[in-house]
């Protein structure tokens, strides 16, 4: 059962918004995007998990209007999900780190994920869904009341 939720707000006007910074570990790979987040996720699916080396990983997604640089070396890195779409990651050549994240099968098209954590502020906005909780630790716990799925969204178009 997917929770009830508004639609995605339109991307905020660049000059406007908020700039938040997000890079790799070591810096090289980096980009900014104006405003917050239209959706955060946070989701504990086993690739997740793998990808980040903790136990789920915070999305953050983006309208692509939001993006305001993306600078740096990158690898690219297709996967299929546990949900059966296709993802392709990019990283950092150097240090590894996953940065963003896109869907080459048009899954993704208008938007990015970028991992939270790569924004390095204790200011980021909460997750407004936990996703694929059946492989959530037995010892985590999210903040009361936020929405809950077994598996994931239909859609990763932001709240619908």
């Not at 946070?42 to 309208?63: D, E, I, K, P």
């Not at 994240?101 to 502020?121: K, L, M, N």
Request: net charge neutral; aromatic share 8%.
């Amino acid at each position: 059962m997917t929770p009830d939720r508004p639609p995605p707000a339109p991307p905020p006007s660049p000059a406007a918004a908020k700039v938040r910074s997000a890079s790799c570990l070591c810096g090289r790979l980096a980009l900014e995007v104006a405003g917050d987040p239209f959706f955060v996720l946070a989701c504990n699916c086993t690739q997740c998990q793998r990808r980040t080396g903790s136990s789920f990983g915070l999305s953050a997604y983006f309208h692509c209007a939001q993006i305001r640089s993306l600078d740096g070396e990158e690898r690219c890195f297709n996967r299929q999900a546990e949900s059966g779409r296709i993802v392709q990651t990019h990283f950092c050549p150097h240090c590894g780190t996953t940065l963003y994240w896109t869907g080459p099968d048009g899954s993704i098209a208008e938007h990015i994920g970028v991992a939270g954590g790569c924004f390095a502020d204790a200011d980021f906005p909460a997750p407004q869904l936990i996703s694929w909780n059946r492989h959530q630790a037995h010892w985590l716990d999210f903040p009361a009341g936020t929405p809950s799925l077994a598996t994931q969204p239909d859609k990763l178009k932001g709240p619908d």
